[in-house]
């Protein structure tokens, strides 16, 4: 970020400001974790601060401090609505085009406040007043520490925000397995456990908080797994009578594609899940090395995100959309093989 920019930023949060915090539709620890550490860092420079979540999100991440006062757009329209007029300042973190927010694009395209984008996604849009874009950070919660530092706050860094930011480190970093984790990320991690951050409390809230139902649902998944040897790709696929026979909830499925990523010779994975809520088939998508899922998902499923991780969706029905997804892997071949 440019000094030009801090400097501005620094002199706009001297004083109290009405502040709004938003992060994507259907938020992950990443999104959860850095707009509730700024928003506790906020609060300690006196601010009227409040994150609306376009709607809600898993259990796993609810444990984080003061996370009940985060308002759910979806059901808490009206009030959400009036905070987002009378901003000051929104903060958008955790993804850089607004129609990540799903139904609150609106209210923030209308709004007047000043926008302040922290993210690291690939393309961004140009509509914030002042951005922070790095798409080598691995994950906005460490772009948030940075930006307190920058501020020259560090020093306010409390159990509340190291925890905050910690846990979002932790799942966009695959638990510090991932090629964006760096030296850095890893100094981060250990000044926020200097801070208060209980690091193995954390990693239990997330990840060994299963359901009996879950672990069913994750058995189903792995049975419904497909090899595309070929093409060095795996593919699972999870129908809505199959969510519904294990009692899906939210976030049952983070981190199923994976599972097709740990094969050997696999460097490109797929889960494709039905939602017929929606009418519409969700799709995650992982890979090792140069092949970038970014790239692909924006070019055939209306998505996009990292090299190695990104989102889309379809809307065919399951079957056509794994036919379609197939038909797409022969123009990838080389790219694949060679990799």
């Known amino acids: 970020m440019k000094k030009d920019d801090i400097k501005n930023i620094k002199q706009l949060l001297e004083t109290p400001k009405q502040i709004v915090i938003v ?70 973190l955790d993804f850089n085009a607004l129609n990540r927010t799903g139904d609150m694009e609106d209210a923030l395209s209308a709004s007047d406040a000043i926008k302040i984008m922290i993210d690291h996604h690939q393309q961004p849009e140009n509509y914030a007043v002042y951005s ?71 990693y239990n809230q997330i990840f060994d908080n299963n359901s009996y139902e879950r672990l069913q649902l994750l058995g189903r998944a792995l049975s419904n797994l497909k090899v595309l040897p070929e093409y060095r790709t795996a593919y699972i696929t999870l129908t809505q009578d199959e969510l519904n026979e294990y009692n899906f909830k939210k976030g049952d499925t983070e981190g199923f594609v994976n599972y097709g990523l740990s094969l050997n010779n ?22 090792k090395g140069s092949f970038s899922v970014n790239e692909f998902s924006r070019a055939h499923f209306e998505g996009g995100g990292h090299t190695n991780a990104a989102g889309g969706k379809s809307n065919l029905d399951l ?19 060679n990799e």
């Open 23 to 92: 992060p994507h539709k259907n938020p992950d620890g990443d999104a959860i974790g850095s707009t509730l550490g700024l928003y506790h860092y906020l609060l300690k420079h006196k601010h009227q601060a409040t994150v609306i979540a376009p709607n809600d999100y898993p259990d796993f991440l609810k444990w984080m401090p003061e996370e009940p006062k985060i308002l759910k757009y979806d059901s808490q329209k009206e009030p959400s609505d009036m905070l987002i007029a009378k901003a000051d300042i929104i903060f958008t």
């Open 266 to 287: 696999i460097i490109f994975a797929a889960i494709f899940i039905e939602d017929t809520q929606n009418n519409i088939i969700k799709i995650s998508l992982r890979s």
């Open 132 to 202: 922070y874009s790095d798409v080598s950070m691995s994950s906005t919660c460490e772009m948030v520490y940075n930006f307190i530092d920058m501020l020259g706050d560090k020093n306010l860094i409390n159990e509340a925000i190291a925890s905050c930011l910690y846990a979002g480190i932790l799942t966009d970093t695959g638990s510090f397995r991932f090629p964006s984790t760096t030296s850095k990320t890893h100094e981060v991690a250990g000044y926020l456990i200097d801070k208060g951050a209980n690091h193995s409390e954390i």
């Open 319 to 337: 079957k056509s959309t794994v036919e379609n997804f197939i038909s797409i892997l022969p123009s990838y071949k080389n790219a694949l093989n």
